[in-house]
């Protein structure tokens, strides 16, 4: 438990900086609207939630799909992050915006968005099931 939190504190931080959190100095962490981050991300963005405090698109670069999304507040971002990383995944994380990936299309997007890398912690329980059903 110690671990996940230094590293969600870690990625939460952004104000330190990537080299705050262990890794390389990345680009200058972009900002703006969910399209056009999808823009400087190289996708076409397919919106999926188009709410208030958070909006939602999938997207595809090549053979690699990703979700991006952007939010309202500061709080909004952290409040979807601290719910999302309970289930695991990997997530790259602006200061309003996360995009969810695996690394290798994670990494790729840090040089394109900047932000900082961050990995959850997946909790499910032991067991012939894994937690996913009867």
Not at 1 to 6: F, K, L
Not at 9 to 18: H, R, T
Not at 112 to 117: E, Q, S, T, Y
Request: with cysteine; glycine share 16%; proline share 7%.
């Amino acid at each position: 438990m110690r671990e996940r939190t230094a590293a969600v504190v870690c990625g939460l931080l952004l104000g330190l900086g990537p080299t705050g959190c262990g890794e390389p100095p990345g680009p200058a962490e972009a900002t703006g609207t969910l399209e056009e981050l999808a823009a400087l991300a190289g996708c076409e963005p397919r919106i999926g939630t188009d709410a208030a405090q958070i909006r939602q698109a999938d997207c595809r670069a090549g053979n690699s799909r990703y979700v991006l999304a952007a939010f309202a507040s500061d709080r909004g971002r952290a409040e979807w992050l601290d719910q999302a990383t309970d289930y695991g995944g990997s997530y790259l994380v602006g200061r309003r915006w996360v995009v969810v990936a695996d690394g290798p299309t994670l990494a790729l997007l840090r040089t394109r968005l900047g932000g900082v890398l961050l990995t959850g912690s997946s909790h499910a329980p032991a067991g012939p099931h894994g937690g996913h059903g009867p």
